[in-house]
């Protein structure tokens, strides 16, 4: 993991900006979508995310980092507008993806930076087998899209773990022929897998052998799901994990 | 800066002083975060060396490094995804120490920690000196987790914690600053949670 093979951030991308929010759309009960419209583009890299800063009367502020759902391929044909959306979980006394959740509308302004990060990102080239868990699907909702929007779907294939059906983010967009939906909790009628976590034989036919995995969870599922993909065959060098933590 | 309409935040009345700009307090939880699949390193092969600009370059092994004389650091950790954990312990032993067998050159002026996993993070040379720094094993009382760097971290618990390597597995002393792997991703060189320094330019 010495090396950050897609580049880095730059420091423009590290300049606050005012982004405008175009619009709202629930994904699930507790996770919610926002299109922001940003002043100046700055296409990003599948995969990668940005700061997120809110800011009380007194000069109290909050900032979170929200992964990019949206493809590089979607939003950077007006310039020097750019689009990009997050999706937001909503956490249980979550002082801003409360906020983000509940009160944004279309018409506010959202103080943003990014994009950042250059480990976990695709550039949309080369094979790549992604497994997300809840939320942490979204930034690879972000690679499928690219992928599908710039004919490549042949190079990604997900496997995303959600506890029910209702708890799946994009529901009718993430499915195709690449997708692999995997039920923990509660799995529809007619489902071909009983409900259950990741286990190896979810796997089979997925791993081709040299393609980078982007793993993305909570801290349990990255874990878990990088274990099995070690023993379905995967190099632990070709693993990128990005973890959610409990950030309010 | 413009006010978020609609934005209160938590209340600030019982803010607690000891929070940097930005941090909440985790209390209870311990946020895992890494970039790289959790290692499994075994004690028994586990090593921390100290090279580059010394008059040494010294290695230790798990039984070597306990024989050194303890330190503890007692206080406050700050992550730069703006959680913070309030008295905590953490035993090791001091960063001085490990220095003062290898003996730095006059001309070191920065260190890259680096993990057994590749992971690496750099650091001005002041930064790990003079009390601020330690290799730990212990947190609370408990053998360090792997999740946690297990079976030891480096901890610089006055800077952002990516700057506390999980793993680590030495130090190697520079006459120069050079960026190690979040550095390279746009976090800030020095990461001053006091000063807000999160990112490359703040």
Redesign the interface.
Known sequence: ??T?PYG????A???WQ?AVVRSVRDETRSARTLRLELPTARPHLAGQHYVVR????????????YSVASAPADGFDEPPVGHIELTVERLADG?VSG?LCD??EPG????V?GP?????AWAGTSPALLVGGGSGVVPLMSMLRQARLTGRADLVRLVVSARSPQDLYYAEEIVGPQTTVLYTRQAPPGAGRAAGRLAVADLAGLVRGGEDVYVCGS?GFA?AA?AVL?EAGVP?PA?????F???? | ??????????S?AQRDPRLP??Q?D?RD?W?????????RIGTERWTFTVEGLVENEVSWTWDEIHALPPSRYAGAIHCV???SKFDMTFDGVSVDTLLAAAGPLPTATHVMAVSH????TNLPLEDVTDGKAWVVWDADGAPLTT?HGGPARLLVPHLYFWKSAKWVSGLRLMDHDEQG?WE???YHDRGDPWQEQR????
């Open positions: 993991m010495s950050t880095t951030t730059h420091r991308t590290l300049r005012d809110l800011t009380a009367p007194d000069g109290y502020t909050a900032s979170r980092s002082e906020y009160v944004v506010d302004e959202l103080e930076r950042i990060g250059g480990f976990f801290p874990d990088t070690v632990v693993i990128r994990v990005e973890r933590g409990p950030t309010g | 800066m413009a006010t978020t309409r609609g934005f209160l935040g938590r600030r700009p930005g909440y985790a939880d946020p895992v975060l890494h970039a790289e699949a959790t290692p995804t703006t959680w996993t590749g992971y690496t999740e792997f390279r991703n746009g990112y490359q330019g703040d």
